[in-house]
């Protein structure tokens, strides 16, 4: 079993962005790169490249699903921070809603790259690491195939326009497939990933077998196949069990790792705070706030999440927030805010399965007591009947428990769901209260760049 070693992340990252180039669109090829023939020569070079793409992702998701949904607030305090995301006043020039684009795609490449080299090697070498290393780069292609697929698809329905999938690191002017192609190549890489992953590889900073069948629940949820669905989520929660109550807070200290399938290792200056993004100590102005919509959801003397997740602070006057982003706060005393980046949790999959235990079968209640029982003291089992009612209590739900997690955004985009923020939370959103279905920014655009460099490709509708 390989650990991602604190000293091999800073190497690593040098490294693949040399090997990977620094090109910034999908039909450029680097011109400062290192031959790959000489840089991956066997297993122990291989696992230095699958580390370093590991390197290379962060928390894009998290960031732009809270910046556009209903999940923050944009406080008076903050002149400084980006506004054009929140106030939906963006358009394919705007790298704050485009970047992802861009390093998802780089990621990509590097990946292609490696796998073409365990390729080269396989054929005069037959170490039994190759793969596995195979499997784990063919789950993190489908990963970031899949969240490039939930940002910027034009829609979740099988003849939407999807996000073009690239298998081999080629110059090519791809077009953009229909969302249901996209779909069936993530599940192929899945699929080949997970016999090829080691049964005993349980380090949680890299793709596990049961990180796969997580993900795999999460793409059955988009894709609305329920019977996956409630298959790979109970691979999950059979593998790893909830958090209680009393455990619950230590996750986010990064003291526990209970019910974390996946996460992102941050350590010392190499790589961002996460907590940085909502709160900057220097200067002490909050960026994004969480959104009253959010706060007034949660039962603030049983719910553990609330303390974990939001921090009152009664003594910020005037103009500043009294209320901040507490899920990201930890760290050390030298590096504050700097915390792991959990992408999968057990609690995801009760929600998922839940959810298609409604759709599919009517009931989903008892997933839904489950977490909450684990969540909330003193807490009550509830038995809803009506069908409607009940996932409307489990999207609710997603929204606590998920918060500033990288999902209320595409949660309310696959429901068709307007974007509806009360009073209290526009206060410095220039009218920003209401985003529908119907308008441009409902989907978010890919970069003109892209647009204008490969003419097989086209803008999503209404830019």
Known sequence: MHKNKNISIVLLFAIVSSIFGSCTKLELKPTDSIDPTKAFRNAADVNMGVIGVYALLENNMGQLSSTVSDENMYPIENTVGNSDAFRWFYTGANGSVTSFYNSAYKAIDGINRVLAAIE?????????QLPKYKGE????????HFELLRAYASGYENDQLGIPYMTVSEISYPSRPKFQEVIANVKADLTNAKTLIEPSLKD???MTRTAVSALQARVALYEKNWPEAITFSTEVIDALPLATTTEFADIWLDKSNKEVVWKLKRVGTTNSRIGDFYYRESGDYVLYAPAFKLINMFD????????????????????????????????????????????????????????AKTESQGNGNDDLNVLRKARIKGYS?????????????????????????GHRFFDLKRKKKNIERPNEDIVNASGAKTLTPSQAQYNLPLPNLEIQVNKNIVQNPNY
């Open 120 to 128: 080269r090697i396989s054929a005069g070498s037959d170490d039994a």
């Open 137 to 144: 780069l063919l789950a993190l292609r489908a990963y970031l």
């Open 204 to 206: 949680m900073t890299r």
């Open 300 to 355: 603030r003397t049983n719910d553990v999440r609330f303390a974990s997740y939001i921090k009152y602070a009664p003594e910020r006057t005037g103009n500043k927030s009294k209320y901040l982003v507490n899920k990201f706060i930890g760290g050390t005393a030298a590096t504050p805010r700097l915390v792991d980046i959990k992408l999968f949790r057990t609690a995801e999959m009760y929600l998922i399965r839940a959810e």
């Open 381 to 405: 089992n509830v038995n809803i009947s009506n069908k409607a009612q009940l996932l409307q209590e489990i999207e609710d739900e997603r929204f606590k428990e998920l918060a500033f997690e």
